[in-house]
């Protein structure tokens, strides 16, 4: 083999890890959201979530598919995700009201935070890594391919 098969079979592999890992996340952190009551978070915030989801789940698709659009969805999708987590979950919710727009806060530092505990946090705080690291996969099976 030559190194630049073993680079891309290195990634491959890679990227096919932490597909799993971060799909293992997103579900626990769904797992959380039920534990929490499907009525703690707004409604707004439980569509994005479930269209996250599905978006995390067809990347995860395509990765093991390994089809030619896996690094950009593992890209798209981690990246997005742990964006989005960071807005939704981490920020104060008084950053999320913008006028003639959906509130897309369900605020763990910020009131109500309706039954948010240490399991909420630490399913949040991964979520937000494993899509960093999902992203960065992406991007260095986009790399090693080239």
């Excluded at 390994?66 to 960071?86: E, H, Q």
């Amino acid at each position: 083999m030559t190194v630049r098969t073993d680079r891309i079979e290195a990634t491959d592999f890679h990227l096919r890890r932490t597909a799993l890992i971060f799909a293992a996340a997103v579900l626990v952190h769904g797992a959380d959201h039920v534990r929490r009551g499907l009525d703690a978070s707004p409604t707004a915030v439980m569509v994005a979530g479930s269209i996250g989801t599905v978006a995390v789940l067809i990347a995860v698709v395509l990765v093991f598919r390994r089809t030619r659009w896996a690094a950009y969805a593992a890209m798209v999708a981690g990246f997005a995700t742990a964006a989005l987590f960071i807005y939704a979950h981490v920020l104060p919710t008084h950053a999320h009201v913008l006028p003639g727009f959906w509130t897309l806060s369900d605020s763990f530092v910020s009131e109500p935070h309706t039954h948010v505990n240490w399991f909420s946090w630490v399913t949040a705080v991964l979520e937000i890594i494993t899509g960093t690291v999902f992203g960065v996969a992406g991007a260095r099976a986009l790399r090693a391919a080239e």
